[in-house]
T-cell receptor, first 114, second 114 residues
Framework: EADIYQTPRYLVIGTGKKITLECSQT?????MYWYQQDPGMELHLIHY???????EKGDLSSESTVSRIRTEHFPLTLESARPSHTSQYLC?????????????FGSGTRLTVV | KNQVEQSPQSLIILEGKNCTLQ??????????LRWYKQDTGRGPVSLTI?????NTKSNGRYTATLDADTKQSSLHITASQLSDSASYIC?????????????FGRGTQLTVWP
């Protein structure tokens, strides 16, 4: 049973619209991540957070922004969606226990911008 | 450059047969290697995690091996089932950062036919 939840699962939206992808986890993990994945390709890290009020950009340049006001919540926002943003977005979190850290993914949001 | 390469890119087998998926990596310094199963349109689910000192780990019909000297890993699936149809992703973590940076392969797309 998933302890990290993403909504919506699917989203089709018009160009220029503002959207927020939601991600919440109930495990109390401090570290959270957003990945972008295109079909048949590897996951690319676009944002991560070490904890509340901590956000950093990942390896893949993204026009999205994130916030971390609460430990359990890590939403991703696109101010003006474009067709190039069409992709699957995966949220993940990891614990602070002894290495190797547990790493849990959400089910993803499939975004289509038309 | 830290990389993770998987082979084959895709594989079709008949139900009940065994198969082996390969992963080669150049990530250094090595921390751990994970195998994930990702169903279409879903997030990855962890199958195994192996550290430097482990050379084999099983999870039901899934058995992963690790050769840290040659930087190779394999995932062996025994008595395949239709539900094994998915993408299998090899993920390697380094020891060089507090983030516990993950490097993802592109996955092997496995299809099990009845």
């Amino acid at each position: 049973e998933a302890d990290i939840y993403q909504t919506p699962r699917y989203l089709v939206i018009g160009t220029g619209k503002k959207i927020t992808l939601e991600c919440s986890q109930t495990m109390g993990h401090d570290k959270m991540y957003w990945y972008q994945q295109d079909p048949g390709m590897e996951l690319h890290l676009i944002h991560y957070s070490y904890g509340v009020n901590s956000t950093e950009k990942g390896d893949l340049s993204s026009e999205s922004t994130v916030s971390r006001i609460r430990t359990e919540h890590f939403p991703l926002t696109l101010e003006s969606a474009r067709p190039s943003h069409t992709s699957q977005y995966l949220c993940a979190s990891s614990d602070q226990g002894s290495a190797p850290y547990g790493y849990t993914f959400g089910s993803g949001t499939r975004l289509t911008v038309v | 450059k830290n990389q993770v390469e998987q082979s084959p890119q895709s594989l079709i087998i008949l139900e009940g047969k065994n198969c082996t998926l390969q992963c080669n990596y150049t990530v250094s310094p090595f921390s751990n290697l994970r195998w994930y199963k990702q169903d279409t349109g879903r997030g990855p689910v962890s199958l195994t995690i192996m550290t430097f000192s482990e050379n084999t780990k099983s999870n039901g019909r899934y058995t992963a091996t690790l050769d840290a000297d040659t930087k190779q890993s394999s995932l062996h699936i025994t008595a395949s089932q239709l539900s094994d149809s998915a993408s299998y992703i090899c993920v390697v973590s380094d020891r060089g950062s507090t983030l516990g940076r993950l490097y993802f392969g592109r996955g092997t797309q496995l299809t099990v036919w009845p």
